[in-house]
């Protein structure tokens, strides 16, 4: 949302946008006796009784509806506010949908929802998650069926690997670990993988080609065939995974 | 004072391993890890924790199922779709409501809708935050809770917590290893600061996410500059890096070469300039020469 890069990549022809909102309240003032509860109401701290008016935040507002709910002479509307944009398209033979957070605004996850509902409608679903362990990512990932870690096996990669180790263990999510890059570094990562029983689903050498089609915006797999075969048992390991997950839970 | 903010929009730019050169290059500063979801500063300067403080984030909404009757009124007002309903048989009625805390945003309407007050709505402890000795000098930094929220409120806190420290101990310089993104906590971090560096490399996807971060420091009015690390992995990018500061009227006040060392430094747990005998290590000290430069003049 902050950052997307997948188009870059996958260079989709975009053949629809939406616009995604957000909820903000407008006061009318006619109608407001200053009371202040709307205010109080507010977790926030978005909307303000200052002096003889109501000053509205739009950029710290969550679009909770609490303010226009407390209001007890009903002065409060709620106007849609655009925070973000999706586009959708295809590129490379795949359904394509991208989410823009607009530059200035602070919180993406109203546009990650909106996205996840328009694009969580076919069988598979590839999201490229942000960076994180806080709510864009909660955003990116609650209910999806894998979770991919990539890391580098570096005190960098490895420390924020067991932060979003814990993220998804906390979630209550399948996953697993593919290691880029994974002769640049040390073997404390593997080390912490098998102690933990995190599955290693692919190790990808430090290859300059990669890196330098990478910068240009092409695939990885366009660099070699050998990536190409990897990246397809990556996909048949997860898809086994997930499919004897559901199978189990069908069962039980 | 002087609140220098490091970022870069896109993460895995470096941005970290050149913190810590600035780090031990620079003299009587306060350091700051504002990438509170995943902290890596410390990692690579040997710092000691002095003090552990708890951070109280927001709050959160959790129903005492031994009020609650189940009347379903509660997930009405939820505008998160934090509020599930499950058959639950040990329940009377053979089904229980409750709050997944993930989803859960703190807005507190679900609370005051309930008819039979079974809603707890409190203060939760979302994270901690240190202050630790270095022998760089102090260091301010956060351990955000997994999965929690609140990231700008917490490094709002980091940065007022250093402001203290500054004027405290009578330094001049505040220096910020920022958090990707161009997002809350991005936000947080730059607001009112003085000078933001944005670490940049020659790809497409850092190119485009360094002019969406541009235009956020523009929106926002803060003196920008720009440093291209691993200039050499893509010479004709670097070259367009070059045009778009020059078109937006921003300097480079630094190219570092790819240089295997960096890795090398942080495996050891130390920073680049430090670790004897690489390429990067010049380039570094004069990014330093060169910002310092204009730090101080922003300072007149």
Known sequence: MEEPNGSIFLKPEIRERFDVTVPVPRVNLENCTLCGDCSAACEYHAIAVLGKTVEVFPSLCHGCGGCSDVCPEDAIEEIPRTIGRISHGTGMGVEFYEGRLNVGEAISPPVTKALRKLAGKSDVTVIDAPPGTSCPVIEAISGTDFVILVTEPTPFGLNDLKLAVGMVREIGLPHGVVINRSDIGDSRTEEYCRKEEIAILMEIPYDRRVAEAYSRGDMMFAVDSRYEMSLCELYEQIATRVHDDRTGRSQR | ?300
């Open chain 2, 1 to 300: 004072m002087t609140e220098l903010v490091v970022v870069s929009g896109k993460g895995g730019t470096g941005k970290t391993s050149l913190v810590g050169s600035l780090a031990a290059l620079s003299q009587n500063k306060v350091l700051v890890d504002c990438d509170v979801d995943a902290a890596d500063l410390h990692l690579i300067l040997q710092n000691r924790v002095q003090r552990k403080t708890e951070f109280i984030g927001g709050k959160q909404a959790a129903i005492i199922e031994e009020r609650c009757t189940n009347c379903g009124i509660c997930p009405e007002y939820c505008r998160f779709d934090a509020i599930k309903h499950e058959t639950h048989t040990e329940s009377a009625t053979g089904e229980r409501y409750w709050i997944d805390r993930h989803a859960c945003d703190g807005c507190g309407v679900c609370t005051r809708h309930c008819p039979e007050q079974a809603i707890d709505f409190r203060e939760v402890v979302s994270g901690e935050w240190y202050l630790s000795d270095t022998p760089y000098g102090p260091l301010v930094h956060a351990r955000l809770g997994l999965a929690q929220a609140n990231s700008g409120k917490l490094v709002s806190l980091l940065r007022q917590q250093a402001r203290l420290m500054a004027d405290k101990r009578g330094l001049e310089l505040i220096l910020i290893d920022g958090p990707p993104g161009i997002g809350c906590p991005v936000i947080a971090s730059l607001t009112g600061a003085s000078y933001v560096l944005i670490v940049t490399e020659p790809s497409l996807s850092a190119l485009h996410d360094m002019e969406r971060l541009l235009q956020l420091t523009v929106h926002f009015g803060i003196t920008t500059a720009i440093c291209i690390n691993k200039y050499d992995i893509n010479p004709a990018l670097t070259s367009r890096i070059e045009e778009f500061a020059e078109e937006h009227k921003v300097s480079i006040m630094g190219r570092i070469p790819f240089d295997p060392a960096v890795t090398k430094a942080q495996l050891a747990g130390t920073t680049v300039v430090e670790h004897h005998g690489n390429g990067a290590s010049g380039s570094l000290e004069l990014l330093w020469s060169n910002l310092n430069k204009e730090l101080s003049e922003t300072r007149q």
